[in-house]
């Protein structure tokens, strides 16, 4: 089975500009996690869906946003790009059965350039 | 809040020496213990977890305690292969907080064979 699978896998943008993230979870799996990784440090949590519907949100600004699809695929935003944006997208999905604490199975990334 | 604090890197160690990754945590309640890995150019994978005060987490030779009176969850190997070079993060989930995971800041590990 495939793993979590993220596109693109690069991506270089202009400060003010708009970036789109996408993130397909493990089949089966309905949980979508986002994480920021700034170089040289943890993975910072963002967003996390089950459903279709935001369950989570961590302590970023408005201008980041995402949704999940019927599919349980995923979108992240970013509006208006700072350079401080540069930094490794991860996401991560996990499933719902089993009981907790739920694994969750990240992909590789995405790696954002602001420049 | 929530809170996670590995030693610092990088680390150097040569081959078959004994690894210890110090990791440290602040959370209220009971949270759920984790190690991931980091190789380069690659995601996160899931390298051990504990669910609970005592339980020892194990994969792949490396081991981890779930220390609650001492807030700690130390990573350890006995002996460590060239190929266990990576990038090795500490984290936690907290009981009821479904998956948002709170991450250490990561601890480079470099084994000179």
């Known amino acids: 089975d495939a793993g979590v699978t993220q596109s693109p896998t690069h991506l270089i943008k202009t400060r003010g500009q708009h970036v789109t993230l996408r993130c397909s979870p493990i089949?089966?799996?309905?949980?979508v996690s986002w994480y920021q990784q700034v170089l040289g440090q943890g993975p910072q949590f963002i967003f996390q869906y089950y459903e279709k519907e935001e369950r989570g949100r961590g302590n970023f600004p408005d201008r980041f946003s995402a949704r999940q699809f019927p599919n349980y695929s995923s979108e992240l935003n970013v509006n208006a790009l700072l350079l401080g944006d540069s930094a490794l997208y991860l996401c991560a999905s996990s499933s719902t059965s089993g009981g907790p604490p739920y694994e969750q199975y990240f992909g590789p990334g995405t790696r954002l350039t602001v420049t | 809040g929530d809170s996670v604090t590995q030693m610092e890197g990088p680390v150097t160690l040569s081959e078959e020496a004994f690894l210890t990754i110090n990791c440290t945590y602040t959370a209220t309640g009971y949270p759920s213990l984790f190690w991931y890995v980091q190789y380069p150019g690659e995601g996160l994978q899931l390298l051990l977890k504990?669910?609970?005060?005592?339980d020892k987490g194990s994969n792949k030779g490396f081991e981890a305690t779930y220390r609650k009176e001492t807030t700690s969850f130390h990573l350890e190997k006995g002996s460590v292969q060239v190929s266990d070079s990576a990038v090795y993060f500490c984290?936690?989930?907290?009981?009821?907080?479904?998956?948002?995971?709170?991450f250490g800041s990561g601890t480079q590990l470099t084994v000179l064979p």
């Open positions: 504990a669910t609970k005060a005592d």
């Open positions: 089949s089966g799996h309905k949980s």
């Open positions: 984290a936690l989930l907290r009981s009821g907080s479904a998956r948002q995971l709170t």
